[in-house]
T-cell receptor
Framework: DGGITQSPKYLFRKEGQNVTLSCEQN?????MYWYRQDPGQGLRLIYY???????QKGDIAEGYSVSREKKESFPLTVTSAQKNPTAFYLC?????????????FGQGTRLTVV | AQSVTQLDSQVPVFEEAPVELRCNYS??????LFWYVQYPNQGLQLLLK??????LVKGINGFEAEFNKSQTSFHLRKPSVHISDTAEYFC?????????????FGTGTRLTIIP
């Protein structure tokens, strides 16, 4: 079955450590997105990529980095520069252009920094 | 830039009663509109979407929404709710500005069904 896989589901890290969240899709989508979700704040866009080897900052990119070396994969690194990294992270993908009529979401990764 | 407002952060409703979750948006260009549902510790699932055509859109689980361009609204409705509808609901907008294809979400409405 086609879909988006995020791993791991739960992640614990010590303060000051970098951590990488995985996102893989087999939907043949060009566009991929990372969102952060905090209670009462909805989903906020961190980074998005519309094509391989290209990506753009979203609304809250500080303290995060991404890469898009393959169409299927869009990993997110939460760096030590991110001041409040504990959150629920969601990855999504979609077609591009006039075919971009719906985004599909993974099941999320809950990151807790202790 | 586009924005989405969901005025109600929490909505409690008795089982089998009707419900309306409100969504207003702001954009200087034409938009696509969406409602997503999220169950605890899960990703988002699409309920319904408005792209063009009829302003009344029907989705899964008996939900429907009406696009009102003059009021820039896209309210979600269900005539009779069930316990299983307890979840968080997000309204989202995407502009038809190709090259800027990101979704902008509202802050969500938590729907609680009271038995």
């Amino acid at each position: 079955d086609g879909g988006i896989t995020q791993s791991p589901k739960y992640l614990f890290r010590k303060e000051g450590q970098n951590v990488t969240l995985s996102c893989e899709q087999n939907l043949n989508h060009d566009a991929m997105y990372w969102y952060r979700q905090d209670p009462g704040q909805g989903l906020r866009l961190i980074y998005y990529s519309q094509i391989v080897n290209d990506f753009q900052k979203g609304d809250i990119a500080e303290g995060y980095s991404v890469s898009r070396e393959k169409k299927e994969s869009f990993p997110l690194t939460v760096t030590s520069a991110q001041k409040n990294p504990t959150a629920f992270y969601l990855c999504a993908s979609s077609l591009r252009g006039s075919l971009n009529t719906e985004a599909f979401f993974g099941q999320g990764t809950r990151l807790t920094v202790v | 830039a586009q924005s989405v407002t969901q005025l109600d952060s929490q909505v409690p409703v008795f089982e089998e009663a009707p419900v309306e979750l409100r969504c207003n948006y702001s954009s200087s260009v034409s938009v696509y509109l969406f409602w997503y549902v999220q169950y605890p510790n899960q990703g988002l699932q699409l309920l319904l979407k408005y792209l063009s055509g009829s302003t009344l859109v029907k989705g899964i689980n008996g939900f429907e929404a009406e696009f009102n361009k003059s009021q820039t609204s896209f309210h979600l409705r269900k005539p009779s709710v069930h316990i299983s509808d307890t979840a968080e609901y997000f309204c989202a907008v995407k502009t038809l500005n190709f090259g800027n294809e990101k979704l902008t979400f509202g802050t969500g409405t938590r729907l609680t069904i009271i038995p």
